[in-house]
């Protein structure tokens, strides 16, 4: 049923007369719009995420970008402003991003906005980096304190982004001295996966806290870990990194224990690592950018 008026010609056809653009009508015979299938009703007929899914990237209530692309051609034209305040991984601005509209994308969480910027990184490369603005995050020291002492929590999470990497759950809780992790390859053994253990401190350090990372890096099996830190590291500290050695990869020897403050990442410090690919333990890489658009038939969104 079509909301249109149904016409009929001078041998008994159905057809519709709908809008052409410039104030034009088009003549559409109803049995030609029927060949190419029924019209979309209510139910849509999308498949769900399954674990196998390329777009997984391992977010709880992640949505198909088949779905989402559904509803913004249905709802928006090129250059228009799409809107998501609730937007998780970022599915709603990568398919935005894609159908060439401007976003305004919300979350309450530094996880889901580190990870929505490492989706387009990963799916568009660095070029998208200069296209978009983030406003809430921590730029510098005192807003990096301020976030410490308002949600430890959010401020791991923040610390965490800023090198790339993710809590294994978005839980609160027990971590076994563990805050995050990323996973990498090492040429020399490109079959084993290689790990780097990251604990954040947001309050005062000392070196027991470079000992208690020595363990964990040791019950782990891990090859670096690395201490992010509020505070300049102290003496002591510094002199209890070099108690652990060093790894040897590819491209050279990289220090087990590290220590990063947030003043150094913020001016663009990063982990001595090699330079490869990071598989994340949480959140998967976002596939490159797609040539096509899926195969949805759709009309120009006109306003009412």
């Known amino acids: 049923m079509r909301k249109q008026k149904l016409h009929h010609d001078e041998n ?3 057809y519709v007369l709908s809008d052409g653009g410039n104030g ?3 003549k559409r015979y109803v049995e030609d719009a029927m060949q190419s299938g029924a019209a979309v009703d209510n139910v849509w007929d999308i498949d769900k995420l399954n674990n196998s899914s390329k777009e997984r990237l391992g977010y ?7 779905l989402l692309e559904r509803i913004i051609k249905a709802s928006s034209n090129e250059g228009d402003t799409v809107l998501d305040p609730f937007c998780g991984c970022g599915t709603t601005i990568a398919v ?13 969480t530094h996880i889901a906005i580190s990870l929505i910027k490492t989706r387009l990184l990963d799916i568009y490369g ?3 980096v200069k296209t978009y603005t983030v406003r809430g995050e921590p730029t510098t020291y005192s807003e990096a304190q301020a976030l410490a002492l308002q949600d430890k929590y959010q401020f791991q999470w923040w610390a965490l982004g800023l090198v790339g990497a993710r809590r294994t759950e978005e839980k609160k809780g027990a971590d076994q001295g563990i805050d995050g992790r990323l996973y990498f390859h090492d040429e020399l053994e490109s079959t084993k996966t290689k790990q780097v253990i990251f604990s954040i401190k947001g309050g005062k350090t000392e070196a027991k806290d470079i000992r ?13 870990g690395v201490l992010i830190t509020l505070q300049t590291p102290t003496k002591p500290m510094r002199d209890e990194i070099t108690t652990i050695g ?3 990869s590819a491209w050279g020897k990289h220090p087990r224990l590290q220590i990063l403050t947030i003043e150094e990442l913020l001016e663009g410090k990063r982990v001595d690592m090699p330079p490869l690919k990071q598989v994340n333990v949480t959140f998967k890489k976002a596939p490159k950018a797609r040539n096509q658009l899926s195969n949805i038939p759709t009309l120009p969104f006109n306003e009412p």
């Open 212 to 224: 208690d990372l020595r363990g964990v890096i040791e019950r782990e099996n891990a090859e670096i």
């Open 126 to 128: 660095e070029s998208i």
């Open 24 to 26: 034009t009508r088009v």
């Open 246 to 248: 060093t790894y040897q």
């Open 12 to 14: 008994g056809r159905e």
């Open 60 to 66: 709880p209530t992640q949505k198909p970008e088949v």
């Open 96 to 108: 935005a991003q894609r159908l060439n509209r401007s976003w305004i994308g919300i979350d309450i």
